[in-house]
């Protein structure tokens, strides 16, 4: 499998294929609203802004699995737009690691072991797409998305 026979949920409940971003670099991330990180939203909206009109699309999936987020990828989703100014495509809450984690989750953490190997360490790992589905470059949830620049700039 690709990245592109993938589906997500987004958190209207609309489920779509990840094909509709074919040709397109991506930022795939996990997030929580209560999450230490969480000012990343903020950095991560500013890569959306900057960049979204040469092709980068970015896409948070909220998940309770280190219990820092609301109770649903609805609830999250809206204190990601009135807290931090959110505005890329949020998606329904997923499980990142486990048994049960989202199967994109098991793909993504396959095709870019971290630290952990095929584990998410914590919330805002951040999974670099190319323009044909190749997950280029896992980083860490500690780093700030503006490092990822230069990462991103290669693939525009």
């Known amino acids: 499998m690709m990245l592109y026979d993938y589906t997500a949920t987004l958190e209207n409940g609309e489920t779509y294929a990840l094909s509709r ?20 939203f903020e950095q991560l909206e500013a890569l959306y802004q900057q960049y979204h009109d040469q092709g980068l699309m970015i896409l948070g999936f909220p998940s309770n699995q280190f219990k820092q987020e609301l109770a649903s990828g609805s609830a999250a989703a809206e204190a990601c737009r009135v807290t931090y100014g959110v505005t890329f495509p949020m998606h329904t809450m997923v499980k990142v690691n486990g048994s049960t984690a989202d199967p994109l989750f098991k793909y993504l953490k ?20 190319d323009r044909q589905g190749q997950v280029v470059e896992r980083f ?10 230069p990462a991103i700039e290669k693939l525009l």
């Open 21 to 40: 971003y074919r040709g397109q670099p991506l930022v795939i991330v996990n997030t929580a609203t209560k999450c230490g990180f969480a000012p990343q």
């Open 110 to 129: 396959h095709e870019a072991p971290g630290a952990l190997g095929e584990a998410i360490k914590w919330n805002f790992c951040k999974f670099l797409v």
């Open 140 to 149: 860490a949830p500690k780093t700030n998305p503006e490092k990822m620049i």
